[in-house]
């Protein structure tokens, strides 16, 4: 049974930093894509980033260009997403995600088959 639990989330100011984790358990995750995803208050679930678990190769919505990195670590089954420059209207609960299709360049979490609890980041200006 894939586990998803995301670790890293808190407050910080504006302009500052925060990195995500995402601990995987209960598959190999060959083949698989994971993903990061947000939903603040009264808005629809989007995309952070994606990655692809076997090659690595990464993908970003084109609003998340810039801020944003996904990286994974096969042997510890970690997934991160470091976030710079954050702004208030990064404020929202962040999921991981994981989908066993592995189609890494999509940004659509009805793709994605299993998700963690979230983790809260809340930016303060």
């Known amino acids: 049974q894939v586990q998803l639990v995301e670790s890293g989330g808190g407050l910080v100011q504006a302009g500052g930093s925060l990195r995500l984790s995402c601990a995987a358990s209960g598959s190999t995750f060959s083949g698989y894509a994971m993903g990061w995803f947000r939903q603040a208050p009264g808005k629809e679930r989007e995309c952070v980033a994606t990655?692809?678990?076997?090659?690595?190769?990464?993908h970003y919505p084109a609003s998340m260009i810039g801020r944003f990195t996904i990286s994974r670590d096969g042997a510890k089954k970690t997934v991160g997403l470091q976030m710079n420059g954050l702004k208030p209207e990064d404020t929202a609960i962040y999921y991981c995600?994981?989908?066993?299709?592995?189609?890494?360049?999509?940004?659509?979490?009805?793709?994605?088959?299993?998700w963690g609890q979230g983790t809260q980041v809340t930016v303060s200006s």
């Open positions: 990655i692809s678990w076997n090659s690595g190769t990464t």
């Open positions: 995600a994981a989908d066993p299709q592995g189609i890494w360049y999509s940004a659509q979490s009805k793709e994605y088959d299993y």
